[in-house]
């Protein structure tokens, strides 16, 4: 590649981003990061009718927590800002009457009202209605009106748009890096609106063409759903004479719902209980309230990963890759035509990975706050251990209580099964006499107790089942918990010794 490698993530503020938006995202900023170019990031709000307070902010912060960095953009300045697009307002006028000029677009004079009607009348005939070459001369455009009639329109505030003049049976040829060369015949296409003097805002079509020129663009990475406007885009490069530093496109696949038809929606999510955004949402306008991973107790690069491998694989059977990782194995080339299928479970097992690689370090800080909650206070490393113990068998940090609360909590009630199980017979006058072989250890460390606990079960010819549920019922309550010398040596030996008493002191034997 020699020319630098510039990309954009260019999304609309219309509400909270979907998770395959993030991946759009994503997607962008591994190719930046691969071959050492910049990641930009432009707001597309020239849409007022869909502009949804506080979207944008929720951009940012999603892109933050995913760990993908913005190069130059909104909330980060550089050499083309602004980067939000309705500051740029002033300048797209020029580019759609530079067009009009050339012969490439038109002044169209319909109001929404006519157009209405005119649809209808098409309807009744069991047609549809298009605006193109084959109706543009017989509407009121300046194809159809005198030049005089046209100026005068324009100067009495007569409402307007600028329309592209999408040539006639021409054929489009493109190129697409996922999806290899396309071909369009120009007349199956209508003529798309570029600019609304109602708002003096440009569509999306003219303003991304002319940014992505102005920002030097060198490669437009963006969803399938972007791919009929192609033909639209590279006819606009041809018409501004920018053709020479034109962006290479490569459009990615859709995600698809979990079984398969159609487009991963909320309503999927809502249906069998997963997210389908990166971060809660609360609307705005309507209250209405969405999932996000980070709030059900995702880790940032558990998500990350899982979205990297929707739509791209590696080429191996590698699953688990850190950010660093992608960016080095990422190349367009492994991205599929096909739409990858979301995989609600593949989400969990994800996280459950990154869980279980954690150092106790690393799940000190997540698990604190989940102890001051339940108001446990137990220094870093204690808080650490426990989690550290426990993590195989947590998905979520949110698991990580019920599976260790028995290290902070002594037991006052007894699950009912186990106590059925295993408080009768022998096993209490045993667990009576076990309680004076741990009160005579000094060292207490997990080996040692383990040894001469299992000495004294052998020499006695106990049964170690019997004696290691019923010590289990008595420090953890239940039926749950890691090896019992993990939970004997954490807790140490004061508390051990307590938890025995309480159980034999106050509940009866069941025979
Ligand atoms: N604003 C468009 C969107 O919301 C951007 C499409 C593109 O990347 O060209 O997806």
Partial sequence: MNREVRVRFAPS??????IG??????YNYLFARRHGGKMILRIEDTDSQRFVPGAEDYIIESLKWCGIEIDEGVGVGGPHAPYRQSERRELYLKYATQLVEAGWAYYA????EELDVLRKEYESRGETFAYNFKVRTTLPTSLSLSKEEVEERIARGDIWVIRF??????IVKMHDLIRGDVEVNTSTLDD???YKSIDALPTYHLANIVDDHLMEISHVIRGEEWLPSLPLHYLLYKAFGWTDTQPEFAHLPLLLKPTGGGKLSKRDGDKMGFPVFPLHWVSPTTGETARGYREDGYFAEAFINMLALLGWNPGTEQEIFSMQELIDAFSLDRVSKAGA?????KAKWFNAQYMHAKTAEELCPIYQPILREHGIEVSDEVAGKAAFIMKERATFVSDLWDLTSYFFIAPT????KQLKKYWKGDNPARLAELREVLASIDDFSLENTEQIVHAWITEKEYGMGQIMNTLRLALVGAGKGPGMYDVTSFIGKEECLKRIDYLLA??????
């Fill in 413 to 416: 009630e007894y699950e009912e």
């Fill in 192 to 194: 798309k609106v570029l």
């Fill in 13 to 18: 503020p219309t509400g909270p981003l979907h």
């Fill in 109 to 112: 004079f319909d109001s929404a």
């Fill in 506 to 511: 106050n509940v009866k034997p069941l025979e």
């Fill in 21 to 26: 938006g993030v991946r759009t995202a994503l």
């Fill in 341 to 345: 299928r979301f995989q609600p479970d």
């Fill in 165 to 170: 003049k999408m040539p006639e049976n021409e």
